[in-house]
């Protein structure tokens, strides 16, 4: 739902709303004045939650879709590499072949966009390690003394993280993955002030999908925006 105080509320009515003339903050720095074009924008959002678009299928593009599946009725993703068919390298993840070590905030996020995706983790073959224990740390100091600090760290490698990711993906009923789909531009509404979605390629069929809501996960060879 809206924020409070603007539900209801007409264009005239919403800069303090939306913080235009918001008062200054605890440190007495004054807040971002917003122009009247982001206050009109901002409030398209909140009235038009249909369709949200995720560009770039990987760990973020995922976790992102599962956000945005709460409070939109549609989200798709559009990824540019094909579909994995399993835990396997993609050439759209470059630092896949590394191991990967989640750490605790990284685990606490995924557990609670995915309930029990630790031990879906576990069985899929992440190893479990004992956070100051099980790895052994140096610096130019010498070695680290080895203490369990009695949490736990789940390490696996990039793909099977992402396999065990897209799999829950997968059985959340308003999220579509789209693999093969190349993003090249945003598209706008007729005043050319607000994205109204977006531009890509399937093969070798150039498309257009529109949406209420874009976000950008395809890092920094992306040709979105």
């Not at 606490?108 to 992440?126: C, K, M, N, Y």
């Not at 390690?129 to 610096?139: E, K, Q, S, T």
Request: aromatic share 4%; hydrophobic share 35%; glycine share 10%.
């Amino acid at each position: 739902s809206p924020p409070a105080g603007i539900a209801g509320r007409g264009i005239s009515e919403l800069p303090s709303a939306l913080g235009s003339q918001a008062p200054p903050d605890d440190q007495g720095c004054p807040r971002r004045v917003r122009r009247p074009s982001e206050e009109r924008a901002a409030l398209r959002m909140f009235e038009q939650r249909k369709h949200a678009v995720v560009v770039g299928g990987s760990i973020t593009g995922m976790l992102v879709a599962k956000t945005l599946s709460d409070y939109f009725e549609r989200v798709t993703v559009l990824d540019r590499d094909a579909e994995p068919k399993a835990a396997a390298h993609r050439a759209g993840t470059a630092q896949s072949k590394h191991v990967h070590v989640l750490l605790s905030g990284g685990q606490q996020v995924l557990e609670t966009l995915f309930p029990g995706i630790e031990r879906d983790l576990a069985d899929a073959g992440s190893v479990t390690l004992r956070v100051g224990y099980d790895v052994i740390n140096f610096d130019d100091f010498g070695q680290w003394p080895r203490r369990d600090l009695g949490f736990k760290n789940h390490a696996q490698s990039r793909p099977l993280l992402e396999h065990v990711v897209r799999r829950r993906l997968s059985g959340v009923d308003n999220v579509e993955i789209r693999w093969g789909c190349r993003v090249d531009g945003v598209l706008t509404d007729p005043s050319n002030e607000h994205v109204a979605g977006v531009r890509y390629h399937a093969g070798d069929a150039q498309r257009e999908l529109a949406a209420d809501l874009i976000v950008d996960c395809a890092g920094r060879q992306s040709r979105a925006l």
